[in-house]
T-cell receptor, first 114, second 115 residues
Framework: DAKTTQPTSMDCAEGRAANLPCNHSTISGNEYVYWYRQIHSQGPQYIIHGLKNNETNEMASLIITEDRKSSTLILPHATLRDTAVYYC???????????????FGTGTLLAVQP | GAGVSQSPRYKVAKRGQDVALRCDPISGHVSLFWYQQALGQGPEFLTY????????KSGLPSDRFFAERPEGSVSTLKIQRTQQEDSAVYLC?????????????FGPGTRLTVL
C-alpha cells in the first residue's frame, strides 16, 4: 500500500470549512483513498473513500486531484465535535481472503477553535 | 443498533501476567481485525479473521500474542507474560462480508497498562 503524508496538526475556526490535505504520490491505479478520524479516547471512525472521482457524503467531501497524487478532505462547517486526529489511508481492495488491513500513519490533529 | 464492544475498557497488569481482551463485533460481521495503538501513534494491524479462520497474523509482535475467534463471532486477544512494551490501546474492528470497499467499524478499545 502506498505511503501517505499529512501535516501533523491544523487549526480551524468553528463554523468554517476545514480542509485537510494528504499526499500519496506513489498511489497505484487500483488503490483507494480512505479517510478515518479518531476522537480522543474513541476508536477510529470511517468518514469517506474514493478512487478518482470526487465524493461527498453527509460527513464530508473528498477531492482527489486528477493525477491522484494528493487529496483533500473537506469538512464544510467544522464544529467543536470535529476535533480529532484525521487519518488518510491508501489501500488496495482485494478479493478472496486478502487482509484488507488499514495502515494508519500518525494523521493530522485538527483542533476546531470556538 | 449495537456497535463493536470491547471488554474490559481498562486493564492493569503486572509484568509477567497473562491477559485476555474480548471483542464483540457487530452481529453478522464476517471480518474482524485487531489493532494495537501506542500512545501518540496511529493504530497498527495485528491480525485478521474471516469468520473463524485467522487469515493474517503477520502483525502479531511476538509468540506471546495469540488471538482466536472459535465460533466466528466473539474474539479474544490473549497476551502471555506481559511486558511493559505491551502497554497500549488494543482496538477491535469488524466489517460485513468482505471488507473490500466497506468501512471497518471500530470498538472503543481496551487500554492495557503493564506495570
Amino acid at each position: 500500500d502506498a505511503k501517505t503524508t499529512q501535516p501533523t496538526s491544523m487549526d480551524c475556526a468553528e463554523g468554517r470549512a476545514a480542509n485537510l490535505p494528504c499526499n500519496h504520490s506513489t498511489i497505484s491505479g487500483n488503490e483507494y483513498v480512505y479517510w478515518y478520524r479518531q476522537i480522543h479516547s474513541q476508536g477510529p471512525q470511517y468518514i469517506i473513500h474514493g478512487l478518482k472521482n470526487n465524493e461527498t457524503n453527509e460527513m464530508a467531501s473528498l477531492i482527489i486531484t486528477e493525477d491522484r497524487k494528493s487529496s483533500t478532505l473537506i469538512l464544510p462547517h467544522a464544529t467543536l465535535r470535529d476535533t480529532a486526529v484525521y487519518y488518510c489511508i491508501v489501500r488496495v481492495g482485494m478479493y478472496g481472503g486478502a487482509t484488507n488491513k488499514l495502515i494508519f500513519g500518525t494523521g493530522t490533529l485538527l483542533a476546531v477553535q470556538p | 443498533g449495537a456497535g463493536v464492544s470491547q471488554s474490559p475498557r481498562y486493564k492493569v497488569a503486572k509484568r509477567g501476567q497473562d491477559v485476555a481482551l474480548r471483542c464483540d463485533p457487530i452481529s453478522g460481521h464476517v471480518s474482524l481485525f485487531w489493532y494495537q495503538q501506542a500512545l501518540g501513534q496511529g493504530p497498527e494491524f495485528l491480525t485478521y479473521f474471516q469468520n473463524e479462520a485467522q487469515l493474517d497474523k503477520s502483525g502479531l509482535p511476538s509468540d506471546r500474542f495469540f488471538a482466536e475467534r472459535p465460533e466466528g463471532s466473539v474474539s479474544t486477544l490473549k497476551i502471555q507474560r506481559t511486558q511493559q512494551e505491551d502497554s497500549a490501546v488494543y482496538l477491535c474492528a469488524s466489517s460485513p462480508v468482505l471488507p473490500i470497499y466497506n468501512e471497518q467499524f471500530f470498538g472503543p478499545g481496551t487500554r492495557l497498562t503493564v506495570l
